[in-house]
């Protein structure tokens, strides 16, 4: 059986012909289709300006395209009117691209080259020869270079980002591919933000995914797109390779950070936000106001942490009210890679204090508040002060 990286190269081809090829074929103009599906095209295409090669260049092309929007996904050569056509565009004038995408696109399989290396200085803007461009990478194995060209595409062909997007991030699963997508992310194209979203959605890719942004500088990204990627690679249980992400952002700030920020979850505060089960941080980040109307509950404050040792240390004071109900309401602690409870109390008396040994094999701890008000009791309202979070020895 082959090795998976093995099979990458197949399946990013298969995933640019179903994507790219369909929205080259649809350029053509329905004029065209109707020329290309008549009897006559080769008497029709030696009226076209026969002294000009620039107008038999783009009528292959537009041709080749018509053809293409006939069964796009085949990715089939041209005709070989099509391609005599695009071959005498090319002896009148030999620089047209539309004339070296058809005459390329009608080589075999294992194409030339040095046809195409020379084919890809004409012109970085016609979608038709860069999409041959890209199928002659593919077939050569060349990732590197393929991708390349699909950065070509994304600058040029807007609307066509997000089907690329998606045979980007198959490239992406490749290992192969990382140095290349550091180097292109690198230069900051206006891609790059929406590329890596759509990426973070893709448990494959991940880890690579990962790796690139580690070596790209902060400048080129957009920090709504990194704190996207933290939770991406948190939600996946990637938790090192999030946090490793959470640190490099938060820098600036102490390593354990006080009060109740919410600007990075999951490793900052994640609040309950909902209609009567409320908690939000009024006048900075001093105090949680918490809100939980009759019938409400769940978890309105929690917080994923490394576990720096094997014991932890929480305590903090709160204002609750009522204080029969406030006393019901627990704070808890538990491996996030484990369901069970590690540590559990309650917030009885106006305080907050959890002491937790942790288990040798517990990476990162979640740190939970949680609880309800009673159906037939008060809403419970007030705040709680910043916790205090120790790690022990």
Not at 130 to 158: K, P, S, T, Y
Not at 268 to 282: E, K
Not at 337 to 351: E, M, V, W, Y
Request: overall charge negative; proline content about 6%.
């Amino acid at each position: 059986m082959p090795h998976a990286a093995e099979t990458q190269p197949s399946r990013l081809r298969l995933a640019l012909v179903v994507l790219i090829f369909p929205v080259l074929a649809i350029l053509s103009a329905a004029q065209t289709l109707a020329i290309v599906g008549e009897n006559s095209q080769p008497d029709k295409a030696a009226t076209i300006a026969p002294w000009d090669g620039s107008a038999q260049a783009h009528f292959a092309k537009a041709a080749y395209q018509g053809q293409l929007a006939q069964n796009p996904a085949t990715a089939e050569p041209p005709t070989d009117w099509i391609a005599n056509l695009a071959l005498e565009a090319y002896r009148r004038q030999p620089l047209v691209p539309g004339a070296l995408a058809v005459i390329g696109a009608a080589q075999p399989g294992d194409g030339n080259a040095a046809f195409w290396g020379a084919a890809a200085k004409i012109s970085r803007r016609d979608t038709l020869l860069q999409g041959m461009l890209l199928n002659f990478h593919l077939q050569a194995d060349n990732l590197d270079d393929a991708i390349r060209v699909l950065n070509q595409i994304l600058q040029v062909r807007v609307e066509q980002r997000p089907a690329a997007y998606i045979a980007l991030t198959q490239a992406l699963r490749d290992p192969r591919s990382v140095d290349t997508f550091v180097d292109i992310l690198g230069t900051g194209p206006d891609w790059a933000d929406g590329f890596l979203v759509a990426a973070s959605r893709d448990k494959e890719a991940l880890g690579n995914l990962g790796l690139i942004r580690q070596r790209l500088s902060d400048d080129v990204v957009d920090p709504k797109t990194d704190r996207r990627l933290v939770h991406a690679f948190a939600s996946a249980g990637e938790f090192q390779l999030a946090y490793d992400l959470y640190a490099r952002l938060s820098a600036e700030r102490p390593e354990e950070v006080g009060g109740w920020s919410s600007e990075i979850p999951p490793f900052d505060w994640t609040l309950a936000d909902q209609a009567g089960f409320r908690a939000q941080v009024l006048g900075g980040e001093e105090e949680l106001q918490l809100e939980i109307a009759r019938g409400k509950g769940g978890v309105f404050a929690s917080r994923i942490l490394p576990a720096r040792s094997r014991a932890l240390s929480i305590s903090g004071q709160h204002d609750l009210k009522p204080q029969q109900q406030a006393d019901k309401l627990e704070i808890s602690v538990s491996c996030v890679d484990g369901d069970a409870q590690i540590a559990q109390g309650n917030l009885s008396g106006g305080t907050i204090a959890l002491d937790a040994t942790l288990p040798a094999d517990c990476s990162f701890v979640k740190i939970s508040l949680s609880g309800r008000a009673w159906s037939y009791g008060q809403r419970i309202t007030g705040s709680i002060v910043p916790l205090t979070i120790t790690a022990g020895k």
